[in-house]
């Protein structure tokens, strides 16, 4: 068979299992698969070393800011960031524009020949957009319609309902934002009475049970409009099992979580204040390590980095006040590295994490079997993996527009060292060679 290019001397690894083999690479797609490189003729051969290889992980939660807020970032640092965490497809969450139709296509001609991956849109699901969504849904390629129950554009329970309603006729795919409003403010205002600015006091005003009693309730709303809905960055051991319970009796809901809810707890934000604040917030270590043990179960179905930088200026005006704070943290080239220090250290399987950042997501996002699989006929996004490669992470890792990250100084044991997109190899040892533009639209299935 004559190839392109082809990738030898691996391990893959599916969430099925891992084989030798190689994989052969025609016009951007897998080609085949085989165990006996002499078989394969090729106008480039890559050898992998003998080193693990994974699809490319689709991070389904990232903020570009792009269009509007390109002063925290863009799409052309995002993208070269998530090539080097490993990330071969970016889940972009819905800018102040994208509510309509319009917004959709105004989107997507301005991330056209600005990417190095992959790329697909999430819409937003507003109640100042309600009778837009559903053509929002229907007449566009978006993955997802994205709710928030908290902060200004947030939906209350009406809204919620209409907006599930309007998605179950088209059996269309909600992304929620789960916490209660209405409590955080309530113990918001306590601890402002109180004079409380430290930050450990933003973590204090959301307890694990504004995130559980908000996904009790979507899951509940979810089942009796008959929709479908992911849980987006779940925080909490308790949160994932309650998910769990409702697919157990035929709910259509997944679960969403983050590499920072694997890497720190609440006590790291007395050292490193604002610099950790984002929302739901962290717990402590006993719900660090419970969240391994599920990613290991399989209750977490998907990986998304909710990716939210901002200028370090917006971060150091809540030194002294937490509360003035811009919530979010950078995070796009630590989201594999994390996962891999974990796998590492004996806390989950690589077959997991394969499923969590890949498998999963294709499935439920309605890219399967374009994305997230090593198979003949899929998209050649492909990860090579180095597991005993144990660095630090540092200001030289990032390709992102912000200059900072929570995750400086730790130590992770496992790396991506090679990425590839449809075929092309966009990033080997943490550069990038491939070129800009390459990444293209993707849109879910129809």
């Given at each position: 068979?004559?190839?392109?290019?082809?990738?030898?001397?691996?391990?893959v690894?599916?969430?099925?299992?891992?084989?030798?083999?190689?994989?052969?690479?025609?016009?951007?797609?897998?080609?085949?698969?085989?165990?006996?490189?002499?078989?394969?003729?090729?106008?480039?051969?890559?050898?992998?070393?003998?080193?693990?290889?994974?699809?490319?992980?689709?991070?389904?939660?990232?903020?570009?800011?792009?269009?509007?807020?390109?002063?925290?970032?863009?799409?052309?640092?995002?993208?070269?960031?998530?090539?080097?965490?490993?990330?071969?497809?970016?889940?972009?969450?819905?800018t102040?524009?994208?509510?309509?139709?319009?917004?959709?296509?105004?989107?997507?001609?301005?991330?056209?020949?600005?990417?190095?991956?992959?790329?697909?849109?999430?819409?937003?699901?507003?109640?100042?957009?309600?009778?837009?969504?559903?053509?929002?849904?229907?007449?566009?390629?978006?993955?997802?319609?994205?709710?928030?129950?908290?902060?200004?554009?947030?939906?209350?329970?009406?809204?919620?309902?209409?907006?599930?309603?309007?998605?179950?006729?088209?059996?269309?795919?909600?992304?929620?934002?789960?916490?209660?409003?209405t409590?955080?403010?309530?113990?918001?205002?306590?601890?402002?009475?109180?004079g409380?600015?430290?930050?450990?006091?933003?973590?204090?005003?959301?307890?694990?049970?504004?995130?559980?009693?908000?996904?009790?309730?979507?899951?509940?709303?979810?089942?009796?409009?008959?929709?479908?809905?992911?849980?987006?960055?779940?925080?909490?051991?308790?949160?994932?099992?309650?998910?769990?319970?409702?697919?157990?009796?035929?709910?259509?809901?997944?679960?969403?979580?983050?590499?920072?809810?694997f890497?720190f707890?609440?006590?790291?934000?007395?050292?490193?204040?604002?610099?950790l604040?984002?929302?739901?917030?962290?717990?402590?270590?006993?719900?660090?390590?419970?969240?391994?043990?599920?990613?290991?179960?399989?209750?977490?179905?998907?990986?998304?980095?909710?990716?939210?930088?901002?200028?370090?200026?917006?971060?150091?005006?809540?030194?002294?006040?937490?509360?003035?704070?811009?919530?979010?943290?950078?995070?796009?080239?630590?989201?594999?590295?994390?996962?891999?220090?974990g796998?590492?250290?004996?806390?989950?399987?690589?077959?997991?994490?394969?499923?969590?950042?890949?498998?999963?997501?294709?499935?439920?996002?309605?890219?399967?079997?374009r994305?997230?699989?090593?198979?003949?006929?899929?998209d050649?996004?492909?990860?090579?993996?180095?597991?005993?490669?144990?660095?630090?992470?540092?200001?030289?890792?990032?390709?992102?527009?912000?200059?900072?990250?929570?995750?400086?100084?730790?130590?992770?044991?496992?790396?991506?060292?090679?990425?590839?997109?449809?075929?092309?190899?966009?990033?080997?040892?943490?550069?990038?060679?491939?070129?800009?533009?390459?990444?293209?639209?993707?849109?879910?299935?129809?």
């Amino acid at each position: 068979m004559n190839l392109d290019r082809a990738l030898t001397n691996g391990t893959v690894v599916t969430p099925f299992g891992r084989f030798k083999g190689s994989i052969g690479i025609r016009e951007g797609k897998i080609a085949c698969i085989a165990e006996n490189t002499a078989e394969l003729r090729a106008g480039e051969i890559i050898d992998a070393g003998g080193k693990f290889i994974i699809p490319g992980a689709i991070d389904t939660h990232i903020h570009f800011q792009d269009p509007g807020r390109t002063y925290r970032e863009d799409f052309e640092h995002a993208t070269a960031a998530c090539a080097c965490g490993g990330i071969t497809t970016g889940m972009a969450m819905p800018t102040t524009n994208l509510v309509d139709v319009e917004g959709y296509k105004f989107n997507t001609q301005t991330y056209e020949g600005r990417g190095y991956i992959d790329y697909a849109l999430h819409g937003a699901g507003r109640p100042s957009n309600v009778d837009q969504v559903e053509d929002l849904w229907t007449q566009t390629g978006i993955t997802a319609i994205k709710m928030f129950m908290t902060y200004e554009e947030r939906v209350d329970d009406a809204t919620l309902w209409e907006i599930l309603e309007t998605l179950s006729r088209h059996d269309g795919l909600s992304i929620i934002h789960a916490e209660n409003e209405t409590l955080i403010k309530l113990f918001e205002r306590r601890l402002q009475k109180q004079g409380r600015k430290d930050p450990m006091a933003h973590n204090e005003s959301r307890p694990e049970l504004v995130e559980i009693e908000a996904i009790r309730r979507v899951a509940y709303l979810v089942e009796q409009t008959n929709s479908k809905a992911v849980i987006a960055h779940v925080s909490s051991a308790a949160g994932l099992e309650e998910i769990k319970k409702a697919q157990q009796r035929g709910v259509r809901i997944w679960a969403e979580s983050c590499p920072h809810f694997f890497t720190f707890v609440r006590e790291d934000t007395e050292e490193q204040g604002p610099f950790l604040a984002f929302t739901p917030v962290m717990r402590g270590e006993d719900n660090r390590l419970k969240m391994w043990e599920l990613l290991e179960k399989g209750y977490i179905d998907v990986i998304g980095s909710d990716h939210c930088p901002a200028e370090k200026w917006e971060k150091e005006v809540a030194l002294d006040d937490i509360w003035k704070t811009h919530y979010g943290i950078p995070g796009l080239e630590a989201y594999l590295p994390s996962l891999l220090d974990g796998v590492n250290k004996g806390l989950v399987t690589l077959e997991k994490v394969v499923a969590a950042t890949s498998y999963n997501a294709a499935q439920i996002y309605g890219l399967y079997p374009r994305k997230g699989v090593i198979q003949p006929g899929a998209d050649a996004d492909l990860v090579v993996l180095d597991m005993d490669l144990e660095k630090k992470f540092t200001e030289a890792d990032l390709k992102s527009k912000c200059p900072w990250s929570p995750y400086f100084g730790r130590i992770f044991k496992g790396w991506p060292i090679l990425t590839l997109v449809r075929g092309e190899v966009v990033v080997k040892d943490g550069n990038i060679i491939g070129e800009l533009g390459h990444g293209k639209l993707v849109i879910r299935n129809k």
